[in-house]
């Protein structure tokens, strides 16, 4: 069988003291925009308007040094500075991450409910819990906003499904990075939806032509940075279907924990600013329900994380 580890009785997972970023766009424009979102989710800060150039792939390329600027230009915005987050549309934080890393089956529960669904092409041979992690790649094309429609009628086999997700935001590039170093290489934390057609992901053995159908990857609200995370293995994740709770966990049941994850890919590439690892979904996906749920026009899944926020998509005809 499979073991749980034991998650921390009570999590005192954050801070308090986040600093939220956001790619967004004023109504009625297009144009992308740096911002910073208030402790409350309530209120956006312009840092286009206040001088940071670039977006946030750019800030995050800055370093530290990035992260000062606008840590200042928070502190230092007058109340007239603040505009109300309801008056902008949220774009992904990184809308063209550099790469996209998924881990498979990286939670004891999914892994086995996955194992067991028939939808899993490499499951006869191989135990439900992977040795080693399973990493595959989405394409960057997939990604869309945090409430951005998903266009389920893209994927004509109808086995669209959700994934809830952890995702990491490398900061610091780097190769050979150890579990204890990782921390140092990471920007921060968001979320999002690997959406997957389960069937494509089966016929075709590898899983990217499934999981990178174009929009099948809502992300946001924001990105989280790093230091205001004191433990991202500590951290509540759920994922609702038209408000029924499909998925609920907590980010200490990963099979591979975030800084496993690092090494093992700095251990076979050089790691740089923008990449992101998607660490895998919990149990409770439609695939393994009896009977199937698969997603179908009209429906809303929500996905959250507590101290992240939320992002919330329809499904499309
Ligand atoms: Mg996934």
Not at 284 to 292: F, H, I, Q, S, T
């Amino acid at each position: 069988m499979f073991s749980i580890k034991d998650c921390p009785a009570v999590s005192l997972a954050f801070r308090g003291n986040a600093v939220k970023l956001a790619t967004f766009s004023l109504k009625g424009q297009r144009e992308p925009r740096l911002g910073a979102v208030d402790k409350s989710s309530a209120l956006i800060l312009d840092l286009s308007s206040l001088g940071v150039q670039g977006g946030m792939l750019e800030l995050i390329q800055d370093g530290e040094a990035g992260l000062d600027g606008v840590r200042k230009l928070y502190d230092a915005a007058p109340a007239s500075a603040w505009m109300p987050l309801s008056d902008v549309a949220l774009h992904a934080p990184l809308s063209v991450p550099r790469n996209i890393f998924c881990v498979g089956k990286n939670y004891y529960a999914h892994a086995r409910e996955f194992h067991d669904s028939g939808y899993d092409a490499g499951s006869k041979s191989g135990d439900a819990i992977p040795a080693f992690p399973i990493v595959f790649s989405k394409a960057t094309t997939a990604v869309i906003g945090p409430q951005e429609p998903i266009p389920s009628y893209l994927d004509e086999t109808n086995t669209v499904d959700y994934e809830g997700e952890l995702a990491v935001v490398i900061g610091r590039g780097g190769r050979g990075i150890t579990q204890t170093e990782a921390l140092d290489h990471v920007f921060g934390f968001t979320i999002l939806n690997d959406v997957t057609s389960r069937k494509l992901q089966r016929d075709h053995a590898q899983w990217f032509i499934g999981k990178s159908l174009d929009g099948f990857c809502p992300m946001g609200p924001w990105i989280v940075t790093a230091d205001e995370v004191a433990d991202p293995h500590a951290l509540d994740l759920r994922c609702f279907v038209n408000g029924e709770k499909r998925q609920e966990s907590n980010t200490c049941h990963l099979v591979f924990d975030i800084w496993q994850q690092v090494e093992h890919l700095s251990t076979a590439m050089t790691l740089e600013p923008g990449d992101c690892i998607f660490t895998g979904t919990p149990g409770g996906v439609g695939a393994a329900m009896d009977p199937r749920q698969f997603l179908k026009a009209g429906d809303v899944v929500r996905c959250e994380i507590d101290g992240l926020g939320h992002i919330e998509a329809t499904m499309i005809a």
